[in-house]
Antibody, heavy 122, light 108 residues
Framework: EVQLVESGGAVVQRGGSLRLSCAAS????????MHWVRQVPGKGLEWVSV????????NYADSVKGRVILSRDNSKNSLYLQMSSLRPEDTAFYYC???????????????WGRGTLVTVSA | SYVLTQPPSVSVAPGKTARITCGGD??????VHWYQQKPGQAPVLVIS???DRPSGIPERISGSNSGDTATLTISRVEAGDEADYYC???????????FGGGTKLTVL
């Protein structure tokens, strides 16, 4: 059974930093691209970033580019999102999602985690 | 940047057909994926590559994509279909993934 478990969400002050993690199991992690998607409570979905199977290709949404770094450790079946210079508008649930393919341009999310909440206070 | 436009809400009586549209410039030239999200839950893929149903998704749910509009169709609507629905594409010109704003389906 595929499982994606996010962690690291917390309340942080404006300008602070946070590292989100996603632990994957139930599939061959190093064969798939992985994404982060966020959602302000009560609002729509917003794509954040994607990393290809080998980490060789990473893309970021304009809203976070320059403030977040996406990485993965295939030996630990884990995905990481290092967030810095956080703003109140970054407050959201952050989901990690498994793509259906290895590259960063498929964008079909077969499986999602349950999300972790990041709250940035002003 | 590429924009996907969905109606904020669609209402339908039980047993009827709901159609949720997703508009985008020449969206028919690419692939569209659809997700269903119920309150307090993570999204679930219901249609991929315009019209493919993942395992476990009922045949009542179908998709199409042509021209400037993609459509998610839910036939014989049930109370359990009440949810938010999002369309999504990969924009190869910017290498960004794009979601529509979402449509709340209400079963009357």
């Amino acid at each position: 059974e595929v499982q994606l478990v996010e962690s690291g969400g917390a309340v942080v002050q404006r300008g602070g930093s946070l590292r989100l993690s996603c632990a994957a199991s139930g599939f061959t992690f190093n064969r798939y691209a992985m994404h982060w998607v966020r959602q302000v409570p009560g609002k729509g979905l917003e794509w954040v970033s994607v990393i290809s199977w080998d980490g060789g290709r990473i893309n970021y949404a304009d809203s976070v580019k320059g403030r977040v770094i996406l990485s993965r450790d295939n030996s630990k079946n884990s995905l990481y999102l290092q967030m810095s210079s956080l703003r109140p508008e970054d407050t959201a649930f952050y989901y990690c999602a498994k793509d259906s393919g290895p590259t960063a341009d498929a964008g079909v999310f077969e499986f999602w985690g349950r999300g972790t909440l990041v709250t940035v206070s002003a | 940047s590429y924009v996907l436009t969905q109606p904020p809400s669609v209402s339908v009586a039980p047993g009827k057909t709901a159609r949720i549209t997703c508009g985008g410039d020449n969206i028919g030239s690419g692939s569209v994926h659809w997700y269903q999200q119920k309150p307090g839950q993570a999204p679930v893929l219901v249609i991929s590559y315009d019209s493919d149903r993942p395992s476990g998704i009922p045949e009542r749910i179908s998709g199409s994509n042509s021209g400037d509009t993609a459509t998610l169709t839910i036939s014989r609507v049930e109370a359990g279909d009440e949810a938010d629905y999002y369309c999504q594409v990969w924009d190869s010109t910017t290498d960004h993934l794009v979601f529509g704003g979402g449509t709340k389906l209400t079963v009357l």
